[in-house]
T-cell receptor, first 108, second 114 residues
């Protein structure tokens, strides 16, 4: 069964304290893995697309990496404005599967 | 602002009723996706349309249907509503139908079924 699991469910960090979010997946025919950020009451905002194992993408304090079974979203020296829910999604053939997200809170 | 618009923003209705949610994609985007987000199940893919044709189908109930019109806007029709249909419904769009993980989401329609 195709599925996406994110961990941890919630994460509290002090400002400047780096950490990583995990997304593990079991999908037949992976077409791509995507990271989104979602603020409360809003639609998800696209961050990254990763297509193959070993690929890395960076944007400001965020860096996404992909292996054959999981992806990591590394957050370096986070700021309070990075507080949000981070969603991982995979595309398998013509289906999209989203994880339930990691709720990140960055404390000043 | 993603450029994707959804109406209405909020909708309150009763069980057994039928509602229509509307989505206008970003200018130039050919694909439209519909998602349901509830507290217990996260974001669930419902259906995708590409240039007016159904492209992919997820866990969409038979009581739900969608279509994409020639001007590329899309409507999601929900009928025989149940309490469990209460959720946020998001529409997203992308330029193409292939390798389209970069989707642009609208602000959502919050549906409450009483």
């Amino acid at each position: 069964e195709d599925q996406v699991t994110q961990s941890p469910e919630a994460l509290r960090l002090q400002e400047g304290e780096s950490s990583s979010l995990n997304c593990s997946y079991t999908v037949s025919g992976l077409r791509g893995l995507f990271w989104y950020r979602q603020d409360p009451g809003k639609g998800p905002e696209f961050l990254f697309t990763l297509y193959s194992a070993g690929e890395e993408k960076e944007k400001e304090r965020l860096k996404a990496t992909l292996t054959k079974k999981e992806s990591f979203l590394h957050i370096t020296a986070p700021k309070p404005e990075d507080s949000a829910t981070y969603l991982c999604a995979v595309q398998a053939v013509d289906q999209f599967y989203f994880g339930t997200g990691t709720s990140l809170t960055v404390i000043p | 602002d993603s450029g994707v618009t959804q109406t209405p923003k909020h909708l309150i209705t009763a069980t057994g009723q039928r509602v229509t949610l509307r989505c206008s994609p970003r200018s130039g985007d050919l694909s439209v996706y519909w998602y349901q987000q509830s507290l217990d199940q996260g974001l669930q893919f419902l259906i995708q349309y590409y240039n007016g044709e159904e492209r992919a189908k997820g866990n969409i109930l038979e009581r739900f249907s969608a279509q994409q019109f020639p001007d590329l806007h899309s409507e999601l029709n929900l009928s025989s509503l149940e309490l469990g249909d209460s959720a946020l419904y998001f529409c997203a769009s992308s330029p193409t139908g292939l390798r389209s993980g970069e989707q642009f989401f609208g602000p959502g329609t919050r549906l409450t079924v009483l």
